[in-house]
């Protein structure tokens, strides 16, 4: 069953990350497919440029992909990323809120995430879900929702 706003977020522990640790903060926990990819990029550099922003909000971001540490870490040097990145090589986060689904290109199927957002309260519910995000302007749309939401 997918997650729903209200519902306790799953948590997330992997690569020094722990979403638990986090009570009291608002977390926006953002998933994507691969790390320095076009897409990928965009998003990850438009949530680094607003990230004093969701400072601000009381907020916290993460990013969660199925690459990698190594992958992840070189993706955080060459774009100054200020942001935990959390490796799901096992894709088990991905799982627990429902993001990683079958795909298609060029008629060819296969299992990824699909971009997806989440906003976590400072209680550690799911506060909005943003699906199938386009990258573009998505870190604007997270922000707007957190300023509309007091917490």
């Known amino acids: 069953m997918a997650l729903q706003i209200g519902d306790r977020a799953p948590e997330i522990r992997a690569g020094g990350f722990q979403l638990s640790k986090l009570r009291g903060k608002r977390v926006v926990v953002f998933f994507f ?53 959390v490796p ?19 008629g060819r ?8 957002t989440f906003v976590i309260d400072a209680q550690g519910k799911i506060a909005k879900i943003f699906p199938k995000v386009k990258p573009e302007g998505h870190a604007a749309q997270v922000l707007e929702a957190l300023a509309s939401s007091a917490d």
């Not at 986060?93 to 795909?103: L, S």
């Not at 199927?109 to 997806?116: D, F, H, P, V």
Request: charged share 30%.
């Open 88 to 106: 799901d090589t096992g894709h088990a986060i991905a799982e627990a809120y429902g993001v990683w689904k079958e795909k298609s290109m060029y």
């Open 33 to 85: 497919p691969k790390s320095d990819t076009p897409g990928c990029t965009k998003e990850a550099c438009e949530f680094r440029d607003e990230v004093k922003k969701f400072t601000k909000q009381n907020a916290v971001i993460a990013g969660i992909s199925p690459d990698r540490e190594e992958a992840q870490e070189k993706f955080i040097g060459k774009y100054s990323l200020p942001f935990a990145l």
């Open 109 to 116: 199927k296969y299992m990824g995430i699909e971009r997806t």
